[in-house]
């Protein structure tokens, strides 16, 4: 059985030893991250500095969650805006394999350049067992590539430390929840953002779209978990397809884009069954998305399980 105080101190004591000098640790809000911060905090101190980099793909207001989440924690943080920087690479690239490797490349960039700033050798991430399983190595196949993992260039300058490297996200919870962490329960976000949420090429219109979907899905399915209408799925979000069909709003025809949602119920993201939902909330994410975002008139929900299908649609 897995004993999250056991981990901690053995965690901390290993950074101790591994860590010489100073370090920074790649942070987005999410519990893998944030637990891996604290666990740096705990070991390092005043030579560890948390960096979150605003790629232009995040989730609606994240970058505002983040700062107040880090202000609460005792050590040095820094705010990267680099929005321009990843949406220009990825103008015109459509396969999903290559915007994570590209996105896991101007990560390192933008982390080697503060690194540089405060003097750090070191580089902590909170990359977890299915990131490198999924990722592939060895005999085995590669699902699809973690920006975190295969992401990684092969020059970067940094030295990787992963604290969580052989964790499945229900003990990273644990550790969260012994470590006393408002982010314990929050649900996954990819590391590449939202950039594996627009099917296809990427641009800061799509971006827009998807995010407020996303959105509205979270919000709705958030009221209706503290209703007592639901139980929380493990993860649900929404999809921009590459699909655009006929519509009508009052009289007028109208081309738009469709929006699939994704909610699934999981204990450690290797596999995932989709979640049972009832109907009128369906009903009523859907009409929200199709009145609040007038590019899109149609909305689907996915029922497909992880086997065959990934959690993510990319």
Known sequence: MFDAEKFVKEAVENLKKEV????????????????????????????????YVDTGLMRKGEGEFVKRLFEK??????????????????????????KRKII??????????????????????????????????????TIKTHHNVGGLPPDMKLKVVEPLR?????????????????????????????????????????????????????????EAYKKGIIEKPWQYFAVLLPVRSVGVR????????????????????MTASYSKLPHDLLERIATRITNEIKEVNRVVYDISNK???????E
């Open 104 to 141: 896991g490349e101007k990560f390192v960039r933008v982390f080697e350049r503060i690194a540089k700033g405060k003097k750090a050798e070191y580089l902590i991430q909170g990359t977890i067992a299915p990131d490198w399983i999924e990722s592939g190595g060895g005999l085995r196949d």
């Open 73 to 98: 924690m005792d050590l040095d943080f820094v705010y990267a805006d680099a929005k321009e920087e990843f949406l220009n690479a990825l103008k015109g690239v459509s396969d999903p394999e290559e």
């Open 250 to 269: 009052g009289d007028i025809r109208v081309y738009g884009y469709t929006i699939a949602i994704r909610c699934v119920d999981s204990v450690d993201a």
């Open 166 to 222: 052989d964790l499945y996200k229900d003990e990273v919870r644990q550790v969260a929840r012994y470590l006393g962490l408002e982010v314990a329960e929050r649900q996954p976000f990819p590391g590449p953002g939202l950039a594996v949420r627009v099917i296809g090429e990427v641009d800061e219109k799509k971006i827009e779209i998807v995010r407020e979907a996303c959105a509205i899905v979270e919000e709705e399915i958030e």
């Open 20 to 51: 010489k000098g100073k370090a920074i640790i790649a942070v987005s809000g999410g519990v893998d991250s944030t637990v891996a911060a604290k666990l740096g905090s705990m070991a390092l101190g005043k030579n560890l500095t948390a960096v």
């Open 307 to 313: 086997p065959p299908a990934t959690i993510e649609w």
